[in-house]
């Protein structure tokens, strides 16, 4: 069983950054392979949707809305995923979760709260 911890949310003014990371239990992303990670969001009173994914090839795709402004990145030596998030919105607000696909199974972080409110 891997456990995904997240970190790095809270209030930030617009135009803001934060980075968010999502520390893997062990040394899963050693140990186990991976398909692909993602960070996905939940804003209040919407579905939850895909932000940003990276695949084994270091392929990246982003919502279009962030496009050019938040980054996925991973250090495989630190099981560690990150999401650089620069030019912050207010509609960024949301419940930010980070998910890994391993070959042997997928699994989602408990989420952290990103506010951006002046």
């Known amino acids: 069983q891997v456990q995904l911890v997240e970190s790095g949310g809270g209030l930030v003014q617009p135009g803001g950054s934060l980075r968010l990371s999502c520390a893997a239990s062990?040394?899963?992303?050693?140990?186990?392979?991976?398909?692909?990670m993602g960070w996905y969001r939940q804003g209040p009173g919407s579905q939850r949707e895909v932000v940003a994914t990276?695949?084994?090839?270091?392929?990246?795709n982003y919502l279009n809305s962030v496009e050019g402004r938040f980054t996925i990145s991973s250090d495989v030596a630190k099981n560690t995923l990150y999401l650089q998030m620069n030019s912050l919105k207010p509609e960024d607000t949301a419940v930010y979760y980070c998910?890994?696909?391993?070959?042997?199974?997928?699994?989602w972080g408990q989420g952290t709260q990103v506010i951006v409110s002046s």
């Open positions: 990276v695949s084994t090839g270091g392929n990246t």
């Open positions: 062990g040394n899963a992303f050693r140990v186990y392979g991976i398909a692909s």
């Open positions: 998910n890994v696909n391993f070959f042997q199974g997928s699994y």
